[in-house]
């Protein structure tokens, strides 16, 4: 079993930045490949990036692509996703998200997940 709690989300101007966290329980973080996802009001929740358990491969998807970037400290259990040049349509509720396999991007191919934190960008 692993727990999720993701945090740094808030309010930021476009063009800001924001560093999201995700910390994870358990001992077996270092074996999961991990995930974020957003969700927009009114929208599917939709694949940002993963990075793989052992950290050497990320995607992401285009529209974040250049501009996020995931990363992983295994010996904090922690993933993070830095999001720079943000855009209002970076606004969302975004996930962070745990899963055995490798880096893939849909979300029911995923075991455990946070509750989310609130990402606003004004215009």
């Known amino acids: 079993q692993v727990q999720l709690v993701e945090s740094g989300g808030g309010l930021v101007q476009a063009g800001g930045s924001l560093r999201l966290s995700c910390a994870a329980s358990g001992r077996t973080f270092s074996s999961y490949s991990m995930g974020w996802f957003r969700q927009a009001p009114g929208k599917e929740r939709e694949f940002v990036a993963v990075i793989r358990w052992s950290g050497d491969s990320t995607y992401y998807a285009d529209s974040v692509k250049g501009r996020f970037t995931i990363s992983r400290d295994n010996a904090k259990n922690t993933v993070y996703l830095q999001m720079n040049s943000l855009k209002p349509e970076d606004t969302a509720v975004y996930f962070c998200?745990?899963?055995?396999?490798?880096?893939?991007?849909?979300?029911?191919?995923?075991?455990?997940w946070g509750q989310g934190t609130q990402v606003t960008v004004s215009s």
């Open positions: 998200a745990a899963n055995r396999g490798g880096t893939n991007r849909s979300p029911s191919l995923y075991d455990f």
